[in-house]
């Protein structure tokens, strides 16, 4: 098989972007401000995981802010509005294929966090893009749908690499694609071999109960150790 | 709802692009060789639909070849030089979340054309980025899979709007899946009205004639054009 490599690794300037989303960190930190940035496909159900997770929280009494980034339109916000009691914001990147720390900064300024002890950032459906960007999140989440197929942490490698977990989504419709959960979580722990993974369907709810007792635990944990700053 | 843009639309530098696209395509044309650019997101069926179309037109007698371009691994390149008798190439993009017109002439050099009727460039799955990039294409195809949404027009413009032909695969999944094709096919022409669509599911066949058909119109216009030349 003849393969090449059309471009070196390109020479990334992660250096800035790390500095600008530790700051970032930092500041959600003093403000006693869960930050999660949700990434995923196009499609792959980061709105439905959304929905479902915040309702979770908001019984056990978290108050629960979303910013929606897309590159056009405002369905994803409307949702999350609809369904849920969370204050959201919809973010338009203006064309752009991810979110950055300094594009997350502006979007907070201009939400307001004051009131929120969680907050999410549904990020850009992509991939590619989103996971060479430290936004500032205290964890990063991760979708994949079973459609999209149990070989992407082979194609997306850096994505599995720099999540914390990953939620493989849509097992509700395995019986009809050909998805093998054994070699996709062994391929992603390959890439990451810290990965936590939970199965669920955001749709069905069915293995939703792990994923939110591992967020609740994460928050209160920070919670705890930002008590007494 | 709270909305707000936080970057205004780039500034592109979209004419050096088509320039160096506009390019490319020209030396194609003189050569002969119809050059297809497919599209769609991680796990849409770019590989799955090329290895079908792949085999139509090889029955038909057209000498087809097939650039890979992923950010890692070969898995694409294996399964079409297993599944079918085209010549192929895996590219990797080095981390780059799209292929160029630069990108593509180099994959291009290094292949070698001269032998064949048909290329097809698979690019990196991705619904964002390589709709800003004129990799020199006669035709522009998109996929969308029915898992995906019927939304996915109005939250990714641009890969709507520079398409020549939309296929929306998957459609053997439609019973397990809430989709409402005529209200995502308003909404693609909506961006883009001189859109071509096809409803399809590579994996079964189903749907299929229409558009090998109308992709085999295609080459055989772009055959009898440049057949003085």
Redesign the interface.
Known sequence: ??????????E?ILAEQNADGNKLRGELTDRRVFFVNVMA???AGKTTLLVRTIRALTEQGYRVGVME??????????TV?RETQAR??????????H?DAD?TA??ID??GIEDLDVLFLEN??????PA?FDVGAHLKVMLL?V???D??P?????MFEVSDILLIN?I??AP??DFDFAACEERARKRNPEMEIHRLSALTGDGFDSWVAALTDRIRAFQAETAHQ
């Open positions: 098989m003849d393969r090449i490599t059309i471009l070196e690794t390109k990334r496909s196009p499609g980034a897309d590159v056009d339109s405002a369905v994803d916000a409307e509005r959201v914001i919809q973010l338009h990147t203006g064309g752009s294929c979110m594009m502006r979007g201009r939400f850009v459906g992509n991939l590619v893009c060479e749908s459609p999209e197929g070989d992407k082979l194609k997306y490698p850096l849509k509700d419709t009809v694609f």
